[in-house]
């Protein structure tokens, strides 16, 4: 895990929320969820209505153009100098690597929008990052919400965390240490963690009968180890490995990370 702290050394006061649009479609809890753990911290969260997508479906099918597109789109949303936080380790990703090089391409030439691009991006946090490492939030029996978290039950529960996430973002590490500071709390790893639910955006689409198989060992580990309820910061895996089990009848639950962070620390279950 690296420590990725904000710019000035101090703590901010208002944030922007870019919440993604599998968020705002299907999952609008875990968007609530992650404003009110911001808010509980006393920041002042502002939600851009003109948001959309960050870009990612079109640039992962081979469509650089479109993407940038969707992405300009974006840009005059953000306009004051806080962190973005987004509730998905797959779209920081593509907002805080690939817009800057999606504007920096020689073939458009477009410097003011390229500044804007890598100026947005410099801001951009993963949520779990962002409260672990920018805010410093303590989980433990010991912190802040102490009285909260000592009295939930015991939990076991796996962590899936996004391609993006682990390989692109690096905060794999962050929602460990958020989920393993908590009381009561064990997290179990399994055997095909690290491997792709098989989501992948459009290649799930593309390419369903190696997507399925794919997600269905995800699956299979997954409740090898005994636990009914897997959670993640990313709604894309979650809606995939979520579906899947329901459909195979499997006892998995699934829960995005802000939600179960919520819900642990004392907030009411969405």
């Not at 991006?121 to 029996?141: H, M, Q, S, W």
């Not at 796996?158 to 500071?181: F, K």
Request: proline share 6%.
């Amino acid at each position: 895990m690296k420590p990725r702290t904000y710019p000035t050394g101090q703590r901010p006061t208002d944030v922007y929320l870019f919440a993604t649009c599998l968020v705002d479609l299907f999952v609008p809890e875990a968007g609530l969820d992650a404003v009110r753990l911001l808010e509980r911290e006393g920041l002042t969260v502002h939600f851009p209505r003109g948001q959309s997508c960050c870009g990612q479906p079109a640039y992962s099918s081979g469509n650089p153009r479109q993407a940038r597109e969707v992405a300009r789109a974006q840009f005059g949303l953000f306009e004051q100098p806080w962190p973005v936080i987004v509730p998905s380790g797959s779209c920081a990703g593509m907002m805080r690597h690939h817009w800057p090089a999606l504007f920096n391409d020689a073939d458009e030439g477009d410097a003011a929008d390229a500044a804007r691009a890598s100026a947005i991006a410099a801001r951009v946090y993963e949520l779990t990052e962002f409260l672990v490492c920018v805010l410093g939030i303590d989980l433990g029996a010991d912190g802040a919400y102490g009285d909260a978290v000592r009295q939930q039950p015991e939990e076991r529960v796996v962590l899936h965390t996004s391609c993006g996430a682990r390989r692109e973002m690096g905060t794999r590490g962050h929602g460990v240490a958020a989920i393993d500071a908590l009381p009561g709390v064990t997290r179990i790893e399994h055997e095909r963690e690290s491997e792709c639910c098989g989501f992948g955006g459009t290649f799930s689409l593309k390419h369903p009968d190696i997507s399925g198989a794919m997600v269905a060992d995800k699956i299979a580990s997954a409740c090898a180890t005994g636990c009914n309820r897997l959670v993640s910061a990313d709604c894309g895996c979650l809606l995939n490995i979520g579906h899947a089990a329901q459909r195979k009848g499997a006892p998995l639950a699934v829960e995005h990370l802000a939600s179960f962070l919520w819900r642990r620390t004392g907030g009411e279950a969405a």
